[in-house]
């Protein structure tokens, strides 16, 4: 348990625990639409068209909401300095994880499971990922508009920082 306690593990555990619950509540979610889709039956062509529906919006609302729910519980008592510190490991493995996933696609050209699997554990900064996905895709910008601002998304907590405290 000191682990938990080090103010420096924080926000990784934080948004850890949130990605694998995020990962875990969108495949639950995805299940169910698909045998919702396959209960009604095949289209009029006779084929069955499955689709995600609302499922990521959903999913999207639910750990924005878990985001903000987790900060104010669990980030709260800490200093700005603390809060930058343990947000920053989040930040550099959002970053290092986008570089492999890049590295990979480019000289093995396939995607990395691997990356996929550990992706995971910075799934609870998704949200903002589907906002920019939503804002940038209309207007046909580029994909790295929307993934950038998602790497930074854990800096966010820094509004829960104690006041006194310098940054």
């Keep these: ?15 850890g625990a949130l ?6 509540l969108s495949f639950a979610l995805i299940f169910v639409w698909g045998r919702i889709q396959i209960a009604r039956g095949p289209g009029p062509d006779g084929a069955y068209t499955l ?29 700005r300095r603390q809060i930058f510190c343990s947000a920053s490991i989040m930040v ?5 994880l986008l570089a492999a996933e890049q590295i990979c696609q480019q000289v093995f050209g ?33 994909s790295i508009l929307w993934v950038v601002p998602g790497i930074f998304a854990p800096y966010l907590y820094l509004i829960f920082g104690k006041k006194n405290a310098p940054l």
Excluded at 1 to 15: A, D, Q, S
Excluded at 19 to 24: A, D, H, S, T
């Design 19 to 24: 990605g694998l619950f995020y990962r875990i």
């Design 1 to 15: 348990m000191e682990f938990w306690k080090k103010p420096i593990f924080r926000v990784p555990l934080v948004l």
């Design 92 to 96: 550099l493995l959002n970053a290092a």
């Design 110 to 142: 396939t995607y990395s499971l691997t990356v996929y699997r550990l992706y995971a554990l910075t799934e609870g900064t998704m949200w903002m990922d589907q906002i920019f996905l939503r804002l940038f895709q209309a207007a046909g910008l580029s």
């Design 51 to 79: 689709g995600t529906g609302y499922v990521p919006e959903i999913v999207a609302v639910v750990t924005f909401l878990l985001f903000w729910w987790a900060g104010w519980r669990f980030v709260r008592g800490l200093t």
